[in-house]
């Protein structure tokens, strides 16, 4: 049974950082790629970043590029997303997702191409 479990979250500051992890089970990362994704109230799902760690391969929506930073960790089967000088607008509920394989540059902000979820975490950006 596959599960990815996010933690991490919570309560950051503008200007500030936060690292949320998402931990897979069920599921070796060398054969998936994991993309994060947030949901702002009132918004549809959007993607933030991805990483398909076999190929060291990261990609990152322009509004977090330069701020937010994907990384595997291989022993712990965990992705991280490392969210430096956050911004009020990053605040939503934040979410992992495994794909087999890997998609597209073009492809991998598209959410129905995920096969598994975690549960989603709440990210709050405020002063």
């Known amino acids: 049974q596959v599960q990815l479990v996010e933690s991490g979250g919570g309560l950051g500051q503008p200007g500030g950082s936060l690292r949320l992890s998402c931990a897979a089970s069920?599921?070796?990362?060398?054969?998936?790629?994991i993309g994060w994704f947030r949901q702002a109230p009132g918004k549809e799902r959007e993607g933030v970043a991805y990483?398909?760690?076999?190929?060291?391969?990261?990609n990152y929506a322009d509004s977090v590029k330069g701020r937010f930073t994907a990384s595997t960790d291989k022993a712990k089967n965990t992705v991280y997303l490392q969210m430096n000088n956050l911004k009020p607008e990053d605040t939503g509920v934040y979410y992992c997702?495994?794909?087999?394989?890997?998609?597209?540059?073009?492809?991998?902000?598209?959410?129905?191409?995920?096969?598994?979820w975690g549960q989603g975490l709440q990210v709050t950006v405020s002063s």
């Open positions: 069920g599921l070796l990362l060398d054969y998936y790629a």
């Open positions: 990483i398909r760690s076999s190929y060291g391969k990261t």
């Open positions: 997702a495994a794909v087999p394989g890997g998609l597209s540059d073009s492809t991998w902000p598209s959410t129905f191409l995920y096969s598994y």
